[in-house]
């Protein structure tokens, strides 16, 4: 039927998730990254001058300087290394590995695990939090904790076995914290994650439903005045109905014509009429019983009045069902399906209106034999504006969607198995005390 009118998992504190990247996402990571190398580099340097000026008792000499000179330059790889496609990664991996490193050499020269340098592998650990997720925070605390039994080894664990022993239970202890502090980080950032996703879609439909109400607004200046066209117009048209009726006689096809006639331009009337008064406040009119049978058999009869080139197979599936919206409501949305339906077949073709029923929910498919639906316009046929013919407007479709969802039901769009294309009507069933037989079965 041609419309007539109508990343994935949070990686923690560490690395952007993929679902936030944007143009900023690469800066903040490289920013990150050098703020580690900075900090990294700025504690082995303190440490290596006030080594230098306790040398004494540290016996430390000039070896401070080298192992300073060598962070820089390998943190100057890393940094450089990291800016390259696809060795992010790797780098983090190296600059840990090589802030490791470092402080393991300044541990060796000073003395071992009696070092005060042993507090440099608590900053790694304490620096990976802001490199990786917690099982990066859990290597390496694994890496310092290796790096220290070696290197007491080389030195003989002797009578520093407790002193080892404790060194490593608090890198243990410290590296559990870590990764127990990244996990709920990463948990929160992944609640925010989502909590931005479904804001970020709600904001979509909002804007969405903005670009309705203003393409609505665009419209709306003259409607006012072509409502007084309409009622002025409507008196003429009555008019020519009496001059018209005496010659009719009994020619039946002349009857039918002359009743659609004087249907249509009751609903002109009646559009008319409610359209001037839409800025009046009046108490609410009563909604008249809606049963689903009866508004389809009087749609397809008007339609069929204007259009007798196409012929209606009606199939009620649901006899007395009782939708739970006006009868007026349901029978303008009816219309604007059914002529859009004729207009998709050029005058000419079969269609069909079948009505389901499913739990607490009636279904109307309203069917053609028309060239049908292109999937790239499916998400668009509903959209104020929008129409794939000259002489649509791109409103009817739009306006049935929003009567049927201001009564809390739904229109889709599909193409039709055999060609054409199947517009469906879903609303609620009513739910009444007094529904007697003629309402739900």
């Not at 402080?103 to 003395?111: K, Q």
């Amino acid at each position: 039927m041609a419309p007539s009118d109508e990343h994935a998992q949070s990686p923690g504190p560490g690395p952007p998730l993929p679902a936030a990247a944007g143009p900023s996402a690469v800066p903040d990571d490289e920013r990150r990254f050098d703020l580690v190398l900075f900090l990294r580099h700025l504690a082995i340097t303190v440490g290596a001058i006030v080594a230098y000026l306790l040398q004494s008792e540290l016996a430390l000499g000039w070896a401070a300087f080298g192992i300073v000179t060598s962070s820089a330059a390998l943190n100057f790889a890393c940094s450089f290394l990291h800016r390259r496609p696809g060795l992010e990664q790797p780098a983090e991996i190296a600059s840990s590995v090589i802030g490791v490193g470092c402080w393991t050499a300044l541990v060796f020269v000073t003395g071992g695990v009696s070092s005060p340098f042993i507090a440099g592998l608590w900053l790694e650990i304490i620096l990976a939090a802001m490199l990786f997720a917690a099982r990066g925070i859990a290597a390496v605390t694994l890496w310092s904790i290796a790096s220290l039994w070696a290197l007491q080894l080389s030195y003989g664990v002797g009578g520093h076995l407790v002193t080892l022993a404790l060194q490593s239970g608090f890198l243990a202890g410290m590296g559990g914290l870590t990764y127990g502090v990244a996990r709920n980080a990463q948990r929160t950032e992944q609640r925010l994650v989502r909590q931005r996703d479904d804001l970020d879609h709600r904001l979509h439909r909002l804007e969405e439903q903005l670009e309705s109400e203003r393409a609505v607004g665009r419209i709306g200046e003259g409607v006012a005045r072509l409502a007084h066209g309409l009622k002025n117009a409507v008196h003429s048209l009555r008019g020519f109905v009496s001059l018209i009726e005496p010659t009719v006689g009994d020619r039946s096809d002349a009857a039918a014509a002359l009743a659609g006639l004087r249907t249509a331009i009751d609903d002109l009337e009646a559009l008319a009429r409610l359209t001037l008064e839409q800025g009046e406040e009046k108490a609410p009119l009563p909604v008249d019983r809606c049963f689903s049978g009866q508004v389809v058999d009087r749609a397809v009869r008007e339609v069929q009045v204007a259009d007798a080139g196409v012929t209606w197979r009606i199939d009620d599936r649901a006899p007395g069902a009782e939708p739970a919206i006006g009868a007026d409501e349901l029978q303008e949305v009816l219309l604007i399906l059914l002529r859009n339906a004729v207009e998709a077949m050029r005058g000419s073709g079969r269609g069909s209106v079948e009505v389901r029923r499913s739990a607490d929910t009636l279904h109307i498919l309203v069917s053609d034999e028309g060239p049908g639906i292109a999937e790239s316009e499916i998400a668009e046929i509903f959209k104020p504006g929008y129409t794939t013919k000259p002489e649509g407007s791109g409103y009817g479709l739009f306006l049935a969607h929003r009567i049927l969802s201001d009564a809390r039901g739904s229109l889709a769009a599909r193409a039709g198995e055999a060609g054409g294309a199947v517009l469906e009507i879903a609303l609620p069933l009513a739910r009444r005390a007094d529904a007697g037989p003629g309402a739900r079965g």
